[in-house]
């Protein structure tokens, strides 16, 4: 416990007394039953007429013997196959289908997680108006809690869909996990639980032993149940307090044993590789002790925690710096602070980056130096000051919005509070602390914990690499970390920036007309563009900007197509981050802008996207000229910088370079060019593109998208004042060039292929797999009516798929389906379903996915599943229409594309009908364009 006791002492040292304690969140009701159940009951009224309901158990596949691996797990899946109440036979409902009724959807509202010691149930969104259900989700806790029925036939049905969720799952990482574990956990449990478990126990284990497992440890005091929501606290309280007093407690329990992770004098180095892995991971960790439970009660736990995250921001940030360079040492870094990867006994200083190929020794030499380095010199007063700017921003904004938080905030507090006794003194006593607190913490400080954190003991290497490089062996790995520990370092430079974002500011332009339309305000500029104005108090300090113009890369011809796919919004998705955005803005390098905006709570992208160019931006009230002003910069000054973009290159291609042996992004790929007739824009991107794909062309293409703001709707949504905005709106998008000319998308571009398609192939895999797309696509007007019947269809679908492919058929753990509704560039819909198999059974799941999509339009759908996704899509509407995001959608649709989407909503839903959607979905699937897709293994 080094660094925390240094921390500690020097705040001591200068109070000369104990911290007082962190207060407990007043507005929480916690209990614990004489049998040992703990409860935690709040009232919250976001969502309104919603509630959470979970229990949390202090279970999880650590907890396993080496015969039991995957029962933990096994035991989570039986939670929803037949309880005392809900025993889904002919005696009555089970809680799956009994929950849809009440509008709770399976997987969505409805699921559960194992972990190596934890497991949690939630049934999430219940609508609280009726008693009956509150009665309802408080008895299935209480037969979670210990009144599983685990019948026989049951746990043999439930064999098959774990075997499926293992296939799903059983991917490169989980592969790689598979050899790293046992040797970067040597001598601990975490070796070998990994909470899927074995599928030789899974298959054959006799059902007895799961019972046993479940009387062991499903029990009182390992159980916490949180119920956060629009209820009464008292009553619930009181229900509890009856409804669990059946619960028996435990007579001479089982010990709940954490196991411990040893520590290492020599540094443990992991390689792990697989044949479907593209790149390198490169994991670098340093650990240490974590905070006993009964050291988290005082105010200097906070004060750890608020250094820990600084010191986490800080380092990542030094990282980041390093990837802009030329010559980056690695493609992506970042560094976090806390569980050493899937532990709760130990922590870890965790350092991960994606190594450039062939550069994983690179990656750790640099780690381990610039780890050295701070150790050594520590970080400078600049860099706290910035660090410290980001987290009070941050936490001034929860204390702004303290009274409008949804209520799963609560319950991540307070299940964290339940499982490792993380402090919750509530929002508005954390920020008053910090705020106090703050300006006594000097940078030495820190500085002292960080050195505390970083030793040369207890250090780990892991890396997940490839089968196209060759690592060095480990004995190499070591001398090259002792090399680098000698290595004679400085101190770090930091230059820190002064200059505001804008020095000058352009000259104002006009709104030169105000229009009033649905509670929104019109605002037409002098340079043409349009502004749309809608205050909302949906939450207390956020705004949302968004805007739209129409063309995008339609409108750039195909001799391009390296330039357009390097800007697509898919390739900045992929990256998680823009080409253009490398060079930064103005007069500010990416590093530099970082730099400017620290300590303001704003986020600005610009994107050209197939049929338009969008921005789509956010910020808290008090920064939001600073977000138009990074408005403005992309619009009129995005920067050019060569070594940065080079370095950009760099990375990407190392990144792209062996992305083919990743079968997902092969069959990604197959999937887009079987939609789209291998038109070369939906591919996807190889380095190929992005050697040929030249700067200057792209910054040309971009500006000329960007050069006239006449052609752009903006919206604007949130706490907002339009006599304060209006300034702002006139300096910032009504000072926009612009032009005359209006442009329009070229709709022909990358048009869908009709009729029908099949396009199966086979490419052997680790782990013998199928995956299969199905997708339906064709016309649709562009309208509410059939927006609302196409959610319906999606949500039936999905009852009716668990129900025959995962539950009767045991054949896949599970079809996705999606669904989605176009504009541009034609009025149309694609449904897209998608689910992992047996080799084997991939013909047989098809057939039987066919003849459900027949029946919804010979028979149409059952009157029972349309009441359930009535009552969902009732649920979810009232909740959304409380949200800025949702009022800015519907604004978008008004004003870019003249389709109202808000009147009769609640009336189109009651609306619905077996025939309607019958009808519905005959002509949907009626025009018979239907693509198929797989990837198997053999
Ligand atoms: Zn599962």
Redesign the pocket.
Known sequence: MATFIVAMSCLNAQKQQQMPPIPLDKDVRIGKLDNGLTYYIRKNNLPEHQANFYIVQKVGSILEEENQRGLA?FL??MAFNGTKNFPNDSKGKGIIPYLETIGVKFGQNLN?G?SFDYTSYNIDAVPTARKAALDSCLLILHDWSGFLLLRDKDIDKERKV?HE?WRTRQDKSMRMLGILLPEIYEGSKYANRLP?GEMEVVDKFEPKALRDYYHKWYRPDLQGIIIVGDVDVDKIEQQIKEMFADVQKPINPAERLYSQVPDNNEPIVSIATDKENPNTNVLVFYKRNIVPSDKKLNMDYLVYDFMNSLIEQMLSNRLQEMIQKENPPFAYAQVSSGSYLISKTKDALQFFAISNPNGSNKAIETIVREANRVKEFGFTAGEYERAKADYLSKLEKLYNERDKQRSDYFIDQYTNHFLQNEPIPGIADKYNTIQQMVNYIPLEEINQMVKGMITDKNRVVAIMGNEKEKYSPQADIKALITKTDNEKLTAYVDNTIKEPLMTSLPIKGKIVKEEQQQGAIVWTLSNGAKVVVKPTEFKDDEILISGFAAGGSSVIENKYIPEIKVLSKNFEMVMGESALSAGGLGKFSKTDLKKVLSGKNVSMGFSVDTYNEEISGKSNIKDFETAMQLFYLNFTDIRKDQPAYASFVTRTKGMLMNISSNPMIAFTDSVMSSMYNNNSRGRFIGTKDVEAANYDTMLQLYKERFANAGNFVFTIVGNVKPADLKPIVEQYIASLPSASDRSSFNAKVMPVRKGLFNNNFIRPMETPKSTTAIIYSGKMEYTLQNKIQLDALKQILDIVLVEKIREKLGGT?GVQVASEQEKTPDESFDIQLMFDTDPDRRVELVKAINSVISDIQIVGPSAVNIQKAKEFSTKQHADDLKKNEYTLNILNNQYRYKADFDTNYQKYIDQLSVNSLKEFAKKIFGQDNRIEVSLSSN
Do not use: R, S
């Open positions: 797990h989570e899946h559960a194992t774990i969720e899927i753990y």
